[in-house]
């Protein structure tokens, strides 16, 4: 048993992949089903993205797939991972998780990024510019005023239900990103790790420029990332290909596409690009039988001082995912939740 790993906390951030020859709703239905899973093997966390007008993604309104993941389960941290804050107004970001954290008390998360829509066409559609983001800090700012009651920006508005509720916020950020973390005195979530420089980067600039807040007291490190363990290592490296797949494919024709099987893309004819993008899109990762993964895993923690990993893993292969999972589960030594699960239909 490494007590490196055991220290560390363990959560999941699931994207809502949608699969070839499966719909978006089910994939929204997949992501719940998932989370009840994950809640039952002992995971710390669950959290769901945001992504618009992305094909092969389903997960466009983050705060309300938290609602239903949280009224299918009753033990485990629900949040985002995250609303892009760029794309909205502070005060109704406020407002949403104040929602959140009424119905479900100490049990929500507010994951928060600085992307803005990836192209011109989504960007306008949401009413926003490619300069959204550059007032990131001052939007993080202000949406923290109005859970702690100290915005003045607008005198005598206030958002109901939220302020004065202890809403854990977090914020999603490598680069520029760390150092608004710091300021604020926020929790970092940083990855991948395929950039293992680029990261402990982020995180080192994280801890040397952190200021205590009412936030929180000290530095605390979500270090984010793809992990898939099975019974041997070709099994675990057959999880990472459709996720290596659909990026190679989104490099060379402009879009994301659901998620195919890991023999239909085997079988493909790549061009030379896709090949070339696809196989670094396999490179990096954390895969392969449990000793192995243990190996890898201490590595990572020791070398970032983590104090939680958040899996990031997609697959076509649902069953080889919860596998994975149980695996990672079984190396942290989680404690498994007895509850019988809510039923979703």
Not at 46 to 63: D, I, K
Not at 116 to 134: C, H, M, P, W
């Amino acid at each position: 048993m490494s007590s490196v790993i055991a220290s560390t906390r363990f959560s999941v951030l699931d994207r809502s992949r949608i699969r070839t020859g499966h719909d978006g709703p089910q994939a929204l239905r997949d992501s719940v089903r998932l989370a009840q899973e994950a809640e039952a093997l002992g995971y710390h966390r669950f959290w769901v993205s945001e992504h618009h007008s992305v094909p092969g993604v389903a997960g466009s309104a983050p705060t309300v797939l938290a609602a239903a993941v949280a009224a299918a389960t009753d033990t485990i941290r629900v949040g985002t991972g995250g609303v892009m804050l760029p794309n909205h107004q502070p005060l109704l970001v406020a407002e949403q998780f104040g929602v959140l954290e009424s119905l479900f008390p100490g049990r929500i998360d507010m994951g928060l990024g600085r992307s803005v829509g990836f192209t011109d066409g989504i960007r306008k559609a949401l009413g926003r510019d490619r300069t959204a983001a550059e007032d990131f800090a001052g939007q993080l700012t202000e949406l923290l005023g109005w859970l702690d009651g100290t915005q003045r920006s607008h005198p005598q508005v206030h958002a109901l239900p939220a302020e004065g509720l202890r809403i854990p916020p977090f914020l999603l950020a490598t680069g520029e990103g760390a150092g608004i973390a710091a300021a604020a005195g926020l929790p970092l979530v940083v990855g991948d790790l395929r950039g293992r420089e680029k990261l402990l980067s982020a995180v080192d600039r994280y801890r040397g420029e952190f200021r205590p807040s009412t936030w929180a007291a000290e530095p605390y490190v979500v270090v984010a990332g793809t992990i898939a363990v099975a019974g041997n290592r070709e099994e675990a490296r057959r999880i990472l290909i459709p996720e290596a797949w659909s990026m190679a494919h989104s490099r060379t024709h402009g879009v994301f596409p659901p998620l195919a099987p890991a023999d239909r893309i085997e079988a493909r004819t790549m061009t030379e690009k896709e090949r070339g993008l696809y196989e670094k899109g396999m490179r990096g990762h954390l895969y392969g039988t449990e000793d192995e993964v243990v190996t890898e895993l201490e590595s990572v923690i020791e070398e970032t001082g983590a104090d939680e990993v958040l899996v990031t893993t997609s697959t076509y292969d649902r069953v080889a995912l919860l596998d994975s999972l149980r695996r990672l589960a079984h190396i942290a030594r989680l404690t498994p939740h007895r509850a019988e699960p809510a039923v979703i239909r």
